[in-house]
Protein backbone atom coordinates (compact mmCIF):
# COMPACT_ATOMS: atom_id res chain seq x y z
CA UNK A 1 0.00 0.00 0.00
CA UNK A 2 1.28 3.83 -0.72
CA UNK A 3 1.44 6.23 1.57
CA UNK A 4 4.04 8.41 4.01
CA UNK A 5 5.64 6.77 7.18
CA UNK A 6 7.09 9.14 9.78
CA UNK A 7 9.61 7.93 12.56
CA UNK A 8 9.93 7.26 15.26
CA UNK A 9 6.48 7.92 16.67
CA UNK A 10 7.90 9.81 19.69
CA UNK A 11 11.57 11.36 19.83
CA UNK A 12 13.21 13.59 23.25
CA UNK A 13 15.58 15.86 22.44
CA UNK A 14 18.28 16.56 24.98
CA UNK A 15 19.83 20.47 25.76
CA UNK A 16 22.29 20.78 22.62
CA UNK A 17 21.44 17.66 20.54
CA UNK A 18 20.73 17.64 16.97
CA UNK A 19 17.74 15.20 15.72
CA UNK A 20 16.20 13.75 13.05
CA UNK A 21 12.91 13.07 11.88
CA UNK A 22 12.45 10.54 9.33
CA UNK A 23 9.78 10.78 6.45
CA UNK A 24 9.55 8.71 3.88
CA UNK A 25 7.24 8.35 0.87
CA UNK A 26 5.99 5.43 -1.96
CA UNK A 27 3.90 7.67 -3.83
CA UNK A 28 6.11 9.37 -5.94
CA UNK A 29 4.93 12.44 -5.00
CA UNK A 30 7.25 15.68 -6.01
CA UNK A 31 6.32 17.68 -3.14
CA UNK A 32 7.08 17.32 0.17
CA UNK A 33 6.49 19.54 3.36
CA UNK A 34 7.37 19.99 6.95
CA UNK A 35 4.53 21.07 9.47
CA UNK A 36 4.98 22.34 13.24
CA UNK A 37 1.44 21.46 15.02
CA UNK A 38 1.41 23.62 18.64
CA UNK A 39 -1.86 24.33 20.37
CA UNK A 40 -3.62 27.34 19.19
CA UNK A 41 -1.55 27.56 15.98
CA UNK A 42 -2.62 25.33 13.66
CA UNK A 43 0.23 24.16 11.19
CA UNK A 44 2.63 25.86 10.22
CA UNK A 45 4.99 25.16 7.55
CA UNK A 46 8.63 24.61 8.24
CA UNK A 47 10.36 23.80 5.11
CA UNK A 48 8.72 22.58 1.63
CA UNK A 49 10.71 20.80 -1.64
CA UNK A 50 9.05 20.94 -5.09
CA UNK A 51 11.82 18.74 -6.97
CA UNK A 52 14.88 16.35 -5.83
CA UNK A 53 17.92 18.27 -4.72
CA UNK A 54 15.73 21.64 -3.98
CA UNK A 55 14.10 22.64 -0.57
CA UNK A 56 12.54 26.14 0.24
CA UNK A 57 12.14 27.78 3.46
CA UNK A 58 8.66 27.91 4.87
CA UNK A 59 7.64 30.81 7.35
CA UNK A 60 9.54 29.06 10.65
CA UNK A 61 12.35 27.82 9.38
CA UNK A 62 15.05 29.13 11.82
CA UNK A 63 16.49 25.71 14.08
CA UNK A 64 15.72 23.60 11.46
CA UNK A 65 16.89 21.69 8.26
CA UNK A 66 16.47 19.63 5.57
CA UNK A 67 17.70 17.76 2.63
CA UNK A 68 15.97 15.91 -0.37
CA UNK A 69 18.48 13.44 -1.84
CA UNK A 70 15.55 10.98 -3.07
CA UNK A 71 12.39 11.60 -4.27
CA UNK A 72 10.98 9.67 -1.57
CA UNK A 73 12.53 11.08 1.68
CA UNK A 74 12.44 14.55 3.56
CA UNK A 75 13.52 14.12 6.57
CA UNK A 76 13.98 16.67 9.08
CA UNK A 77 17.04 17.70 11.48
CA UNK A 78 15.79 19.64 14.78
CA UNK A 79 19.08 21.89 15.26
CA UNK A 80 20.27 22.96 19.08
CA UNK A 81 19.62 26.26 17.36
CA UNK A 82 15.60 25.29 17.79
CA UNK A 83 15.01 26.51 21.30
CA UNK A 84 11.50 25.38 21.74
CA UNK A 85 11.04 22.46 19.82
CA UNK A 86 8.67 20.40 21.43
CA UNK A 87 6.00 20.16 19.14
CA UNK A 88 4.11 17.65 17.00
CA UNK A 89 5.53 17.33 13.61
CA UNK A 90 3.73 16.47 10.29
CA UNK A 91 5.35 15.55 7.40
CA UNK A 92 3.18 15.90 4.43
CA UNK A 93 3.12 14.30 0.13
CA UNK A 94 1.32 15.44 -2.83
CA UNK A 95 1.48 15.75 -6.78
CA UNK A 96 1.06 19.32 -7.49
CA UNK A 97 -2.70 20.71 -7.12
CA UNK A 98 -4.03 17.13 -5.51
CA UNK A 99 -4.80 16.77 -1.77
CA UNK A 100 -2.10 16.81 0.55
CA UNK A 101 -1.30 13.33 1.96
CA UNK A 102 0.09 13.51 5.72
CA UNK A 103 2.38 10.69 7.51
CA UNK A 104 1.06 9.83 11.44
CA UNK A 105 3.82 12.16 13.05
CA UNK A 106 6.47 12.69 15.41
CA UNK A 107 5.55 14.05 19.02
CA UNK A 108 9.14 15.44 19.68
CA UNK A 109 10.05 16.83 23.49
CA UNK A 110 12.87 17.75 25.32
CA UNK A 111 14.32 15.81 28.32
CA UNK B 1 2.69 35.97 -0.31
CA UNK B 2 -0.31 34.24 0.69
CA UNK B 3 -1.75 34.06 4.36
CA UNK B 4 -5.16 32.97 5.03
CA UNK B 5 -7.20 33.85 8.08
CA UNK B 6 -9.73 31.87 10.53
CA UNK B 7 -12.06 33.54 12.57
CA UNK B 8 -12.63 32.17 15.61
CA UNK B 9 -10.95 29.58 17.13
CA UNK B 10 -13.34 28.10 18.56
CA UNK B 11 -17.30 27.80 17.65
CA UNK B 12 -20.11 26.12 19.15
CA UNK B 13 -23.29 24.99 17.48
CA UNK B 14 -26.30 22.98 18.50
CA UNK B 15 -26.83 19.50 17.02
CA UNK B 16 -29.09 20.43 13.96
CA UNK B 17 -28.28 23.90 13.54
CA UNK B 18 -26.10 25.97 10.85
CA UNK B 19 -22.35 25.28 10.89
CA UNK B 20 -20.17 27.96 9.49
CA UNK B 21 -17.06 28.16 10.12
CA UNK B 22 -15.15 31.63 8.33
CA UNK B 23 -11.90 31.50 6.02
CA UNK B 24 -10.36 34.54 4.47
CA UNK B 25 -7.64 34.53 2.11
CA UNK B 26 -4.64 36.95 0.92
CA UNK B 27 -2.84 35.80 -2.06
CA UNK B 28 -1.38 37.86 -4.95
CA UNK B 29 -2.55 35.54 -7.65
CA UNK B 30 -5.62 33.59 -7.93
CA UNK B 31 -5.93 30.77 -5.13
CA UNK B 32 -6.57 27.01 -4.62
CA UNK B 33 -8.65 26.92 -1.17
CA UNK B 34 -8.96 23.79 0.74
CA UNK B 35 -10.64 23.02 4.05
CA UNK B 36 -9.46 20.09 5.91
CA UNK B 37 -10.66 18.23 9.16
CA UNK B 38 -8.82 16.51 11.90
CA UNK B 39 -11.01 14.24 14.21
CA UNK B 40 -9.46 13.59 17.58
CA UNK B 41 -7.04 11.82 17.89
CA UNK B 42 -6.68 11.24 14.19
CA UNK B 43 -4.71 12.77 11.09
CA UNK B 44 -6.14 15.65 8.99
CA UNK B 45 -7.86 14.82 5.89
CA UNK B 46 -9.80 16.69 3.40
CA UNK B 47 -13.02 17.82 3.12
CA UNK B 48 -13.25 19.89 -0.28
CA UNK B 49 -11.13 21.99 -2.23
CA UNK B 50 -11.63 24.89 -4.90
CA UNK B 51 -9.41 25.34 -8.05
CA UNK B 52 -11.14 26.55 -10.75
CA UNK B 53 -15.01 26.55 -12.16
CA UNK B 54 -17.71 26.13 -9.92
CA UNK B 55 -17.10 28.55 -6.92
CA UNK B 56 -19.48 26.38 -4.96
CA UNK B 57 -17.78 23.15 -4.67
CA UNK B 58 -19.40 20.23 -2.21
CA UNK B 59 -17.40 18.20 0.36
CA UNK B 60 -17.73 15.27 2.10
CA UNK B 61 -20.54 14.60 5.13
CA UNK B 62 -22.47 17.27 3.62
CA UNK B 63 -20.09 20.26 3.89
CA UNK B 64 -19.96 22.71 1.25
CA UNK B 65 -17.82 25.86 0.57
CA UNK B 66 -18.15 28.93 -1.67
CA UNK B 67 -15.45 31.09 -3.34
CA UNK B 68 -15.85 34.68 -3.10
CA UNK B 69 -13.12 36.30 -4.93
CA UNK B 70 -14.30 40.10 -3.78
CA UNK B 71 -14.77 39.15 -0.41
CA UNK B 72 -11.39 36.85 -0.54
CA UNK B 73 -13.67 34.05 1.52
CA UNK B 74 -13.90 31.00 1.07
CA UNK B 75 -16.40 30.11 4.55
CA UNK B 76 -17.39 26.65 5.15
CA UNK B 77 -20.74 25.72 6.00
CA UNK B 78 -23.50 22.55 6.48
CA UNK B 79 -27.28 22.77 7.11
CA UNK B 80 -27.54 20.90 9.67
CA UNK B 81 -25.01 19.67 12.21
CA UNK B 82 -24.33 16.20 13.67
CA UNK B 83 -22.50 15.57 16.67
CA UNK B 84 -20.11 13.54 14.62
CA UNK B 85 -18.71 17.07 13.12
CA UNK B 86 -17.14 18.00 16.09
CA UNK B 87 -13.53 18.26 15.00
CA UNK B 88 -10.82 21.05 14.31
CA UNK B 89 -11.24 22.62 10.66
CA UNK B 90 -8.44 23.61 9.08
CA UNK B 91 -8.70 26.18 5.73
CA UNK B 92 -5.78 26.66 3.15
CA UNK B 93 -4.28 28.32 0.15
CA UNK B 94 -2.22 27.46 -2.26
CA UNK B 95 -1.85 28.60 -5.90
CA UNK B 96 -1.61 26.88 -9.42
CA UNK B 97 1.46 27.20 -11.67
CA UNK B 98 5.20 25.76 -9.85
CA UNK B 99 5.06 26.92 -6.68
CA UNK B 100 3.88 24.31 -4.39
CA UNK B 101 3.77 26.59 -0.91
CA UNK B 102 0.63 25.41 1.24
CA UNK B 103 -0.05 28.07 3.74
CA UNK B 104 -2.76 26.57 6.74
CA UNK B 105 -4.65 29.22 8.98
CA UNK B 106 -4.57 28.37 12.47
CA UNK B 107 -7.73 26.06 12.92
CA UNK B 108 -11.00 26.19 14.33
CA UNK B 109 -12.34 23.82 16.86
CA UNK B 110 -15.83 22.72 15.95
CA UNK B 111 -18.25 21.87 19.61
CA UNK B 112 -21.90 20.42 19.18
CA UNK B 113 -23.62 20.26 21.93
CA UNK B 114 -26.89 17.87 22.37
Known amino acids: DGGITQSPKYLFRKEGQNVTLSCEQN?????MYWYRQDPGQGLRLIYYSQIVNDFQKGDIAEGYSVSREKKESFPLTVTSAQKNPTAFYLC??????????FGSGTQLSVL | AQSVTQLGSHVSVSEGALVLLRCNYSSSVPPYLFWYVQYPNQGLQLLLKYTTGATLVKGINGFEAEFKKSETSFHLTKPSAHMSDAAEYFCAVTHGGSNYKLTFGKGTLLTVNP
Open chain 1, 92 to 101: ASRRVNEKLF
Open chain 1, 27 to 31: LNHDA
